[in-house]
């Protein structure tokens, strides 16, 4: 077993047995929030494809098995990494409609309270056509962006990729509890659309869980996209019907815009720590320079002395992630429209500069900090997934519709929901939100723009070899439950189910509060308390996805439970 030396003692300091162990396999392994998906995917890597294949296939069997976040009507972020070591990343971020503009949500917003969590439970959130309905859509990029990743990177015929979620979605699958009961607690949205109620509520006549869901509308959808590729989604019929419904609703989307939607191929991110280099996500994610800034924070500092679950280490982490996420806001959005200062926010000297300012003992006060601007409201619903195949090869994926069903809104004759993305924007930009958090210019409304995001697909890499790959859902906390994975592996010795498992703890900088995870102890907490921080609990951090190559095993890691999971090979 691999047991980095510094981190021997401290494992040995563990307050906990860590008892979890992960899905083994030596060929390839697929993690993902639904275990069907992810056989798929191991499916795929059996019949020769390779990581990017297979992430492909199991993009599109979420889209069918997981409706809450997986998605033909959202978009999000693709990393990959080749076995000889070449790099890229694949942005098919929704865009803001060509009549998106900046005060575009400012006249409508009412009030009201739907939308639930990711545990599907009911939540209040202020009602406001960025976050309900037609017009809260950007232009999904998920289909674009796999049918890029697929004719670029992947081996295996297209029509094969789409074949199980084909399947999938005509022939039914059995709903289990968790869905059964996402579904249900999701009815005060969903309801207000006749074709989302139909489907997803069966018109009142809930979906137990046992039961089975078939989604033929849906099915038509994928079968046409499986013989016309993308084109079809974005020029061919399936364009016409979500443009139709956009134009009856009183939606911003056109067939235009449809049209005009590329999936874009970027440059990661990348730094060391600690001898690994760490390959993330570039703007128009946040969550790449995030996790960057505060491994840079971090390194050198001893932060991980006291052990892990220590409230000295929780304090030194709470420290560098209020500061990372001080900046967050300010300093990020789409680099199409607003230059990024990366080399700024990356420099050796300015995180040292950071770090300086971090008292070992007291927490700071986050209005001392930086006057700047603090991130907006974003969903806990979003979903990743991460593919290792046998060459070494490593994909992971992150995407999304953002809220839990996203706008609610399911396009009429086409079987799936749309996003409701144009929330990531600061849709009104100067004023507080719902949680007294004021946003950011530079994330503004316009057209064609994407905005920000924090999803964070990450892959480490030590001595030219795969480390890990790493990603999660979870809106703002995806960063700082990244950040928590990559640390449980590198600093404490944690195999990838113990580093999922693990309790973790979030601080977006403001509200200056302290989210901890029912794993860090009433003694801890209350050492942290007398430190200074202002401590709440929270169910969960984000919920990791993680693949930890050991050796010549590959670990699989997975937060969701019951019906999540890990599959190899
Ligand atoms: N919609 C969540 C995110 O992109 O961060």
């Known amino acids: 077993m691999r047991i980095f030396p510094s981190a021997l003692l401290i ?13 083994r396999a030596r060929r390839g392994m697929v993690v993902s929030t639904d275990v069907i998906a992810s056989k798929v995917g191991v499916e795929v890597l059996k019949n020769g494809g390779n990581a990017v294949d297979a992430a492909v296939a199991v993009g599109f069997a979420l889209a069918v098995t997981h409706p809450a976040a997986g998605n033909l009507g959202g978009g999000g972020f693709m990393l990959i ?27 409508k917003a009412n009030s009201g309270a739907i939308q639930s969590d990711y545990q599907g439970r009911q939540m209040q959130i202020e009602l406001n056509e960025s976050l309900v309905g037609w017009r809260a859509s950007g232009v999904p990029g ?18 094969d990729l789409l074949a ?53 509308e849906l099915a038509a959808v994928l079968e046409r996209i499986a013989e016309q590729g993308a084109r079809d989604f974005y020029e061919g019929e399936t364009a016409r019907l979500l443009a139709a419904g956009m134009k009856r609703n009183g939606g911003e989307i056109t067939l235009n815009d449809l049209k005009r939607y590329r999936a874009v191929e970027r440059q990661p991110l990348r730094a060391e720590y600690k001898g690994y280099t760490v390959i993330t996500a570039p703007p128009p994610s946040s969550g790449g320079v995030g996790i960057l800034e505060m491994l840079g924070m971090l390194e050198g500092s001893g932060y991980e ?90 994909v992971a994926v992150t995407y999304t519709l953002n809220g839990s069903y996203g706008s609610g809104v399911t396009v009429p004759g086409a079987g799936f929901l ?15 939100n719902m949680f007294g958090l004021v946003q950011g210019e530079a994330n503004k409304v316009e057209p064609g723009k994407r905005p920000l995001s924090s999803m964070t697909p990450t892959i480490v890499v030590k001595d030219g070899k795969l480390s890990m790959v790493a990603g999660a859902p979870g809106g703002g906390r995806i960063i700082n439950a990244v950040l928590q994975a990559l640390l449980n592996v590198i600093d404490f010795g944690m195999n990838a189910q113990q580093a999922v498992d693990a309790p973790r703890i979030h601080h977006q900088w403001m509200p200056d509060r302290l989210s901890v995870e029912s794993g860090v102890s009433p003694d801890t907490v209350a050492l942290l308390k007398r430190m200074g921080h202002d401590v709440v609990r929270i169910d969960t951090v984000g919920r990791l996805q993680l693949i930890v190559v050991n050796g010549e095993w590959l670990e699989g890691g997975s937060n969701s439970i019951p019906h999540g999971g890990a599959a190899g090979y």
């Open 418 to 432: 749309l996003n409701n993305e144009m929330d990531d924007f600061a849709t009104r930009p100067g004023q507080a």
């Open 142 to 159: 998920t289909v674009r962006g796999l049918e890029l990743a697929s004719s670029k990177y992947g081996r295996k015929p297209w029509k």
């Open 81 to 107: 990494r080749h076995a000889d070591g070449r790099d890229t990343f694949l942005d098919f971020r929704e865009m803001a409609p060509s009549s998106a503009h900046r005060d575009m949500y400012l006249a």
């Open 305 to 394: 002395k006291g052990g892990f679950n220590a409230a000295s280490t929780w304090h030194y982490l709470a420290e560098v992630m209020r500061r990372s996420y001080a900046d967050r806001s300010e300093f990020l959005a789409d680099p199409d429209f607003y230059r990024v200062p990366l080399g700024r926010l990356l420099d050796k000297g300015y995180l040292a500069a950071r770090r300086s300012t971090i008292d070992r003992d007291k927490a700071s006060r986050s209005e001392e900090i930086r006057p700047g601007i603090a991130p907006g409201y974003e969903s806990m619903e979003t979903t990743h997934f991460s593919v290792v195949d046998r060459d070494g090869n490593a």
């Open 11 to 23: 494992l040995l300091l563990l307050p906990f047995a860590w008892s979890t162990e992960p899905v």
């Open 164 to 216: 199980p979620a084909v399947k999938l979605a005509k022939g039914g699958f059995r709903v289990d509890y968790t869905l059964a009961e996402s579904l249900k607690s999701s009815t005060a949205l969903l309801g207000r659309f006749p074709e989302s109620k139909r489907i997803f509520l069966r018109d009142g006549q809930y979906y137990d869980a046992g039961e089975t869901l078939r989604q033929p």
